[in-house]
């Protein structure tokens, strides 16, 4: 937390001099401001200080300025400072919700005092909410959006607002930021939790599929409509849409799809019928649409459309502080899974991780943790060997990658079985002999697996 600041306002500019100098001495942060007005926009529920205002000021007096400070945040501590203040005034300002009222002439060292006792009692303030919201983020409904940088926290506490919000979402990151998980985190946190969450990736379906998939079809609507199919928006009905890789939808479909936005009716191929929707879009993208819009890449009105709320997802690179956490909570649910213990990360594995540059973030982050737990103990636990193996590997040829891929399997389920071999066949579908000439290949030894 930053050190708390006190903002000091007084029109007397001596006195404000003055005033500003002895708390500077006392080791004090301070911020002067010549009138009230002047002051307000440094007012907000994160301010962490205390507001130490004058009562008689032109324009706007003291008590007007707390009056629209305590608007802003209630537990705001203002003292007030007058030379002309009655015990009618103190007790009136006081119930109104000043911290306290000083006269002048004050001791330097009563104000001091005064004041650090404000300053404490802000600070608990603070810590209290930042206490409540996190564990309000620990309680809430849907997946975990992990993390403590400035960004993060501020992609949640926008979920958190616009979560029930009808308003359509346009959610932009680069591949493996975690779009999808920020969609489903809105669909949870909203009132339309209890119906259906669908998903669809824009760049994984045909074009001439899409249209089917999306809006559905009549019996006989084409050749191979042989029944009717409901289409992904209606099944969101009542529900949520998200739209992955919004920026990989032919044209033919991006109209369409505008009106449906624009509309929220469908019809299915092959009908003249208009179906009404009650859905709520999510659609992702990896590049700038406006960009695209602009390249005649993508539709200018589509994207206008889209775009009525952005959420933004930084990269990996940018909350390098989160990369450690980050690390460790995929690490626990992957030694979970397998039953495994893992040790503590030492400060060398940690500063391999803060030195990486994570292209494929988060998404990039968890494989490592999985084959650090997989296939950590092969490497001592070495994390930065266990990274250049992966790197040397990315040269493979087809097979040789196919050859790690089997062994990492094998392994995995060895572990996961504590190396009973009949759960180990089963689970993997092979004949004792293909799986006993595997692992002689793979030189993996039941008695290492054996718990």
């Avoid at 507001?51 to 000021?57: C, S």
């Avoid at 909203?190 to 998903?199: I, K, P």
Wanted: overall charge neutral; proline content about 4%.
């Amino acid at each position: 937390m930053d050190k708390p600041t006190i903002l000091l306002v007084d029109d007397e500019a001596s006195v404000r001099e003055s005033t500003e100098q002895s708390l500077q001495l006392a080791d004090l942060n301070v911020k002067t401001f010549s009138s009230a007005k002047a002051v307000l926009p440094s007012l907000n529920k994160s301010f962490n200080g205390v507001l130490l205002t004058d009562i008689r000021m032109p324009e706007m007096d003291g008590l007007e300025l707390m009056r629209a400070s305590l608007k802003t945040d209630a537990k705001l501590p203002v003292l007030l400072i007058s030379g002309h203040a009655d015990v009618e005034t103190a007790v009136s300002a006081i119930r109104e919700g000043a911290y306290d009222v000083i006269e002048k002439p004050f001791s330097t060292r009563l104000l001091i005092d005064k004041l650090k006792r404000a300053m404490d009692q802000r600070q608990l303030t603070l810590e209290n909410r930042a206490l409540k919201e996190e564990l309000a983020d620990q309680t809430r409904l849907g997946p975990r959006i992990i993390g403590n940088a400035p960004a993060v926290k501020k992609l949640r506490n926008m979920i958190r607002h616009i979560a029930n919000a009808d308003a359509d979402v346009l959610i932009m990151g680069e591949t493996g930021t975690g779009k999808e998980l920020v969609a489903r985190s809105l669909h949870e946190q909203s009132l339309r939790r209890d119906h259906n969450f669908v998903a669809i990736n824009c760049g994984a379906i045909q074009e001439q599929l899409l249209n089917s998939e999306l809006f559905g079809h009549e019996a006989g609507a084409f050749t191979d409509a042989k029944n009717k199919r409901i289409g992904k928006f209606e099944h969101a009905n009542s529900g949520t849409l998200f739209l992955d890789e919004i920026e990989s939808m032919a044209m033919t479909t991006q109209i369409p799809l505008l009106r449906v936005l624009q509309e929220r009716s469908i019809e299915r191929l092959g009908s003249n019928h208009s179906l009404p929707l009650d859905i709520r879009v999510l659609a992702a993208t990896k590049i700038d649409l406006k960009e695209a819009a602009a390249r005649k890449d993508f539709r200018e009105d589509l994207y206008y459309r889209l775009n009525v709320v952005t959420l933004e997802l930084p990269p990996l690179r940018e909350r390098r502080e989160d990369i450690p956490l980050l690390f460790q909570h995929f690490v626990l649910v992957a030694a979970a899974r397998c039953e495994a213990e893992m040790p503590a990360l030492d400060s060398k594995a940690l500063q391999v991780l803060l030195e990486h540059d994570w292209p494929g973030n988060i998404r990039e982050l968890r494989n490592m943790a999985e084959r650090y737990v997989l296939l950590g103990e092969s490497f001592q636990f070495d994390l930065s060997a266990l990274m250049q193996a992966q790197n040397s590997s990315d040269g493979l040829t087809l097979p040789e990658q196919v050859s790690c891929f089997e062994k990492t399997l094998i392994e995995q389920a060895l572990v996961q079985y504590k190396g009973n071999l009949q759960n180990v066949l089963e689970s993997l579908g092979l004949p004792r002999k293909t799986l006993s000439d595997k692992m002689k290949k793979y030189q993996l030894e039941r008695k290492r697996y054996v718990k």
